[in-house]
């Protein structure tokens, strides 16, 4: 099936009842970095019910500098999925800024973003991870609440084959997020360490109780998938009533999923998701050289594929968040069980 670009569905708000509070279906959405921000953009625009679900095996940069040093959760992807929450106005507008602001010196402050030191100050103080993100979200009056997919921080493991040129073949094993996000070889699998780990509770209530679970798009080794390899929260995504939505990156990432079609990137997820049955694939009407492979793809998810214009106008490949939010709202108002707005 393929839903036309139309309307402007996504260029408005949630309604409002009259009591002046939010509403709108209850979203889940998963996922990390850039991806999951773009994913949140769009949905926070639809619904005054919106909760971030967030990878934490971050190990680069200031994240990683900080969980080696204080044995935190990496607190990089948060501050994205939180500053992706920030509202439109001038409130919304600073907060995003100043919490994604990084110091340049010559001295350890060097690199470190403000969001990620005020998150690991709150949790020193508050002792709750899931707590200090409300506080932190509270204060930038982010439009949904952020949070750690598990409560410890994990790492990614990867086989890799193709590293040396002289042995095609050989696979070899690549440890850290960080290290995977831009091996130059093709991964053949993966896991997190250490494996099994357990899911936020808050996590697992939010996605039992939504209506709709949004994944990807992101990394697909290193945002979306790890996920799935979180044993409480993949039962949770199996046993939920709610609809789900697979939403396709635009085009392929340098070194993690180099040379990926789109129905590559579904053959890929289904190898992880299990018994996990996905309702509709998303993907920019643009970025599909074969429709009907990976409508052949979808359809061994138990999904319908859905083609929209998702994609930034400038040609850049990052989705628009409006164009973006317009297509979620079209899916949600023709295909949801029960009436999108409360």
Known sequence: MTVHRGGAAGRRGASRSGSGRAVGPRIVSLGG??????????????????????????????????RDEL???????????????????????TWS???QHRFQSNGDLHGHAVGNLLIVALWEK?????????????????????????????????????????????VERVFGQAEVAVTPGTIVDFRLLPQDPPAVPEALDAVRAADW???????????????????????????????????????????????FSPQRHLEVFREYCGELEIDF????????????????????????????????????????????????DRIFRTHGRIAPWR
Not at 34 to 63: K, M, N, P, Q, Y
Not at 137 to 152: D, H, I
Not at 306 to 315: I, K, M, N, Q, T
Not at 318 to 323: G, M, V, Y
């Open 281 to 328: 694939v998303l993907a920019d009407e643009d970025a599909v050289p074969d429709v009907d492979e990976l409508r052949h793809a979808a359809k061994r998810l138990g999904a319908e594929l859905v083609l929209d214009r998702v994609a930034a106008p400038d040609g850049t490949p990052r989705h628009d968040p409006e164009l973006l939010a317009a297509a979620y």
């Open 33 to 66: 970095g850039r991806g999951l921000s773009a994913s949140l953009s769009a949905l926070r625009r639809l619904t005054g019910e919106l909760t971030a679900v967030v990878t934490v095996a971050d190990d680069g940069g200031s994240s990683g500098r900080l």
């Open 71 to 93: 044995g935190v959760l990496p607190p990089g992807d948060l501050r994205k999925a939180l500053a992706a929450l920030c509202g439109d106005d001038d409130w919304g507008r």
């Open 97 to 99: 800024d100043v919490i």
């Open 126 to 170: 508050l002792g709750d991870p899931v707590r200090a993100l409300e506080y932190v979200g509270r204060l930038l009056g982010a439009q949904g609440r952020v949070l750690p997919m598990s409560a410890v921080p994990l790492h990614i493991e990867a086989d890799v084959r193709g590293l040396d040129p002289a042995d095609p073949e050989r």
């Open 213 to 259: 679970v949004v994944l990807g798009p992101g990394s697909w080794f290193t945002s979306v998938l790890p996920h799935l390899m979180v044993p409480q929260l993949r039962t949770a995504l199996v046993e939920t009533p709610a609809r789900t939505i697979l939403t396709l990156n635009l085009v392929a990432q340098p070194g993690e999923t180099e040379g």
